[in-house]
């Protein structure tokens, strides 16, 4: 079963907007990650945040985590229309070091 | 530095043909490989990973099957595929531990299944 569930499945905004987006899980973690995936394409990772981390950053990402709510959020700050992309959630922990990811948010930036 | 090559980008099959996909790994040794399957608009779905050669686990109980003939090669395979096989399939590699690392995504493989 999914372990991460995305939060809104999609998300129109203009362009230099902030977007957030959401991710619940189930299970105690080790890890979360979000990635980024253009249509038809592979995914590519943009950020880890680890069960004892609270907030992270990269460049105009920021991540938080809360693990008494199993929830997790990314702000792309300033967005762009090339960051239009659907985004995932992945939560690792399990064993053989598999990550669970959730069923993503499809987001456009329009100009 | 690291790369991962995924073959063929694009392919249409009959029903009940045979089906075989390669994933190879570039500039690491030892990585622990993945193959997942991504319905249209949905997430991933991992199918099969590995943690050394011959040392495949499977997730999902379906019509494929994975091996890993050497240390940086994964192959996804069917005797016959279903048309519910239809999928973007994708191979992943990380490095090597436990708790859920950074994975590595290939380019894909679009499967259609007619």
């Known amino acids: 079963s999914q372990q991460g569930e995305e939060d809104p499945q999609a998300l129109s905004i203009q362009e230099g907007e902030n977007a957030t987006m959401n991710c619940s899980y189930k299970?105690?973690?080790?890890?979360l990650q979000w990635y980024r995936q253009n249509s038809g394409r592979g995914l590519v990772h943009l950020i880890l945040?680890?069960?004892?981390?609270r907030e992270k950053h990269s460049g105009r990402l920021r991540v938080t985590l809360d693990t008494s709510k199993k929830s997790s959020s990314l702000l792309i700050t300033a967005s762009r229309a090339a960051d239009t992309a659907s985004y995932f959630c992945?939560?690792?922990?399990?064993?053989?070091?598999?990550?669970?990811f959730g069923t993503g948010t499809q987001l456009k930036v329009e100009l | 530095s690291q790369t991962i090559h995924q073959w063929p980008a694009t392919l249409v099959q009959p029903v009940g043909s045979p089906l075989s996909l390669e994933c190879t790994v570039e500039?690491?040794?030892?990585?622990?490989l993945y193959w997942y399957r991504q319905a249209a608009g949905r997430g991933l779905q991992l199918l099969f990973y590995?943690?050394?050669?011959?040392?495949i686990s499977s997730e999902v109980p379906q019509n494929l099957s994975a091996s890993r003939p050497q240390d940086r090669q994964f192959i996804l395979s069917s005797k016959k595929l279903l048309l519910s096989d239809s999928g973007f399939y994708l191979c992943?590699?990380?490095?090597?531990?436990?708790?859920?690392?950074?994975?590595?995504f290939g380019p894909g493989t679009r499967l259609t299944v007619l």
């Open positions: 945040i680890r069960s004892n981390e």
């Open positions: 992945a939560t690792g922990g399990g064993g053989g070091n598999k990550l669970t």
């Open positions: 590995s943690i050394g050669i011959d040392q």
């Open positions: 500039g690491t040794s030892n990585p622990n």
């Open positions: 299970t105690s973690i080790n890890n």
């Open positions: 992943a590699w990380s490095v090597a531990g436990s708790g859920g690392n950074e994975q590595f």
